[in-house]
């Protein structure tokens, strides 16, 4: 009887100690949940963010599957395949691996803010907003990786 006792006891014991072990291991946030989180349009990025490095003081990394060229608003914006830069709520600072084309030039973007229903895209020194609607969904990429290294290279694209 004494044996019975303590096996049920073990088998009980055991029971309570599955679930903790079964426990779903941890799941960050996706790139589009992270964007999310931080107040920023997912459509700031491509689909083909999926990858990334966030560190506790607000540093970055991100990787795209490829390196990318979207059309956005009539302008012409090229991602790298590493994406860096600092996050808080609202903002992105000293953004590096991210270009826009001005006139014949790919210019880096260096950061973003969201604010007041306007995404405004610091370009240097200079500065552009635009409504938080036209944000809505991610852009696609017209061009791959060999537009995305002309666009490294500071090359023109060929249009």
């Known amino acids: 009887m004494a044996t019975a006792a303590a096996a049920s006891a073990l ?75 600092t996050v808080s709520p609202g903002a992105v600072t000293g953004l590096e691996g991210v270009r826009v084309r001005v006139l014949f030039a790919w210019v880096p973007i260096t950061g973003v803010e969201v604010a007041g229903g306007e995404v405004t895209v610091h370009i240097g020194p200079v500065s552009k907003s635009f409504p938080v609607v036209g944000f809505k ?6 061009v791959g990786s060999a537009a995305a290294a002309a666009v490294d290279a500071s090359l023109p694209l060929v249009e």
């Open 11 to 85: 088998l009980l014991l055991l029971g309570l100690a599955a679930p903790a072990s079964a426990a779903a291991p941890y799941e960050p946030p996706t790139v589009p949940e992270l964007m999310d989180r931080f107040g920023l349009p997912r459509a700031l990025l491509p689909e083909t963010a999926r990858r990334y490095l966030l560190h506790n003081d607000g540093t970055f990394e991100l990787f795209l599957d490829d390196g990318c060229v979207v059309e956005v608003g009539g302008y012409r914006v090229g991602y790298d395949i590493k994406l860096s830069g």
């Open 137 to 142: 969904s991610s852009p696609l990429c017209i």
